[in-house]
């Protein structure tokens, strides 16, 4: 009976850990963008994986904007999304996993309302994220670093 219990509680923790480790080789999850001029948090955005396996990225929370506020709307955005909120807003779709990186989606700037080609590759163990944002060839574009918040593991969306 003891032995049973050990190899019952050393599944679970394989369990635990490969779980903990796939939290950590994906961009699913909760990710704190951080500027890439001040430095500063700007907002929270939540990745999730669709179930044809591309990734989408929605904001959840701006920390700061260059409205001055929490609260901002895309008044750049054009179409649809013009004048709405950006938190709740998709910026980011069609993202699809490729060897060590993620790319072939698109990702929006709520800030000037553009979209861009996005290539996304995790570091320091899957608790950074480079997200690239780039206009034809990515050699010409802006790399963010956003940060996974603490806690957080990968989310599907159903």
Known sequence: MRTLI???LLALGLVMAAQAHAADSTPAGLW????DATGKPKSLIEIT????????????????SDQGTTH???DKCEGELHNKPVVGMTIMWGVKHDGDQWDGGKIMDP???????V???LEDNGQKLDVRGYIGWSLFGRTQT???KAGTAPAATP
């Open 6 to 8: 050990v190899s019952a």
């Open 32 to 35: 704190t963008q951080i500027d």
């Open 49 to 64: 994986q669709l179930p044809d396996g591309a990734l989408q990225g929605v904001v959840k929370q701006v920390y700061f």
């Open 72 to 74: 901002p709307v895309c």
């Open 111 to 117: 800030g000037n309302g553009k979209v861009y080609k």
């Open 119 to 121: 290539k996304l590759s």
């Open 146 to 148: 956003w940060i996974r």
